[in-house]
């Protein structure tokens, strides 16, 4: 099992930033790739963002390229979510996700940290 633990969600206007952590700790060997993913009040989960535990390789949503950056501490064992120009509809549950190596969906998820931007 992976246990991931997220923090720094909050309440920020528009056009300000936040940034997310996760950490892991567990059988931190069977991360392949970590994530962030959002779900906002009535709609489905979404992909936001994720990033390989070795060698980087990020990638994200249409939705937020330019603005968020995902990056990870390989010491820490924790990935980050620097959100930049935050916009209302970006208000949301933001939850932290990882994948195993050659599994498609994900396997583990963190409890969910929430972001609020105000207009």
């Known amino acids: 099992q992976v246990q991931l633990v997220e923090s720094g969600g909050g309440l920020v206007q528009a056009g300000g930033s936040l940034r997310l952590s996760c950490a892991a700790s567990g059988r931190t060997n069977d991360i392949y790739r970590l994530g962030w993913f959002r779900q906002a009040p009535g709609k489905g989960r979404e992909f936001v963002a994720s990033?390989?535990?070795?060698?980087?390789?990020?990638a994200y949503a249409d939705s937020v390229k330019g603005r968020f950056t995902i990056s990870r501490d390989a010491a820490k064992i924790t990935v980050y979510l620097q959100m930049n120009s935050l916009k209302s509809e970006d208000t949301a549950v933001y939850y932290c996700?990882?994948?195993?190596?050659?599994?498609?969906?994900?396997?583990?998820w963190g409890q969910g940290t929430q972001v609020t931007v105000s207009s």
């Open positions: 996700a990882v994948w195993r190596p050659g599994v498609n969906d994900v396997d583990y």
């Open positions: 990033i390989s535990w070795i060698g980087s390789a990020p």
